[in-house]
């Protein structure tokens, strides 16, 4: 019994004594659907942040205008931001302290930071 979502798994030994495949194990499967994720820019380069850690902002300098992201540690973004050129600041005063990914895309590059908050 499958379907585009069950999927079935089994596993056989062969016994010698009954001189027959016997079942070992069998485990059934549920997907729930498909994720569809935006490829990554084939341009990722390294962004780098200041202070790091931080506490209440965090610094960057950015050649043209881009979309910032900030995402926690679960992959939800918890801060997006248009930045014009130049340094940067980002208020993330009001983060819980952790770990945090920083994106910014300006066309087809993509820059990645990490930022400790404390």
């Known amino acids: ?5 069950l999927k079935q798994e089994t596993t056989m030994f062969w016994d010698d004594d009954l001189f027959d495949w016997q079942l070992d194990s069998k485990k059934h499967y549920y997907y729930n659907g498909l994720v569809a994720v935006d490829p990554m ?3 990722t380069l390294h962004l780098q942040t200041f202070p790091n850690p931080a506490t209440a902002e965090v610094r960057f300098a950015l050649v043209g205008d881009g979309e910032v992201l900030i995402f926690n540690s679960s992959g939800k973004t918890v ?5 014009s050129a130049g340094n940067s600041v980002l208020n ?5 302290a952790g770990l945090y990914l920083l994106t910014a895309r300006q066309g087809k590059d993509l820059y990645v930071g990490k930022v400790a908050k404390q």
């Open 1 to 5: 019994m499958e379907d585009n979502f």
């Open 41 to 43: 820019p084939s341009h």
């Open 79 to 83: 801060l997006s931001q248009h930045m």
């Open 92 to 96: 993330i005063a009001n983060l819980p």
